[in-house]
């Protein structure tokens, strides 16, 4: 299967400092990456979509100024939450599909746990 | 809105027990459904996918079924395992490049 991979798996930062996530698909090229957020014991809920080349789109109430994304290429989207605080500490997961491998699946990554002190 | 259920959230079984792990969805009107499976802190797995046109998908021990006109779907796991303990989570895409909508999940414990 597609494998998807995010670095870092794991981020502690300290509140009003940035942080970058990248999220990268290894093994084919994805045309549309999309990122969620979970807090505990909740479901995910998508931030952004992104295809590559263009501006993401943003999920009602997901602010785009704190939370930067980036597909510059068909293989690597970054999210870059700005400023973090407190309440951005959360379970951050990415996936990625592809039209070459069906879009309707969607491959995801292990997830990046950002703890903000 | 789509709105997508699992009830309960938790559930602790025996090894070998046959199980069926509910999702409920409140618009019928839906693309496909997608069954995941989840470790602590760790990404998505996907188990299955059902188009809106099929009933049901198997693979291995697992079954998924789907029944569109009661917005329901059932994930069953047969002969369970310690292996299966995980998070399951269940989720609904009412277009073709319309997003997942995902329920909360049920964090399912297998007693060896």
């Known amino acids: 299967g597609a494998v998807v991979s995010q670095h870092p798996s794991r981020v502690i930062c300290k509140s009003g400092t940035s942080v970058k996530i990248e999220c990268r698909s290894l093994?084919?090229?994805?045309?549309?990456m999309f990122w969620y957020r979970q807090f505990p014991k909740q479901s995910l809920m998508l931030m952004a979509t992104s295809n590559e080349g263009s501006k993401a789109t943003y999920e009602q109430g997901v602010e785009k100024d704190k939370f930067l994304i980036n597909h510059a290429s068909l293989t690597l989207s970054t999210l870059t939450v700005t400023s973090a605080h407190p309440e951005d500490s959360s379970f951050y997961i990415c996936s990625a599909s592809s039209t070459d491998r069906g879009q309707d699946t969607q491959y995801f990554g292990p997830g990046t746990r950002l703890t903000v002190l | 809105k789509q709105e997508v259920t699992q009830i309960p959230a938790a559930l602790s079984v025996p090894e070998g027990e046959n199980l069926v792990l509910n999702c409920s969805f409140t618009?019928?009107?839906?693309?496909?459904l997608q069954w995941f499976r989840q470790d602590p802190g760790k990404g998505l797995t996907s188990l299955l996918l059902i188009q809106s046109s099929q009933r049901e998908q198997t693979s291995g021990r697992l079954n998924a079924s789907l029944d569109k006109s009661s917005g329901r779907s059932t994930l069953y796991i047969a002969a369970s395992q310690p292996g299966d303990s995980a998070t399951y989570l269940c989720?609904?895409?009412?277009?073709?490049?319309?997003?997942?909508?995902f329920g909360k999940g049920i964090t399912l414990s297998v007693r060896p």
């Open positions: 989720a609904v895409r009412t277009g073709a490049n319309s997003k997942l909508t």
């Open positions: 618009d019928s009107a839906i693309y496909n």
């Open positions: 093994d084919f090229q994805a045309t549309t």
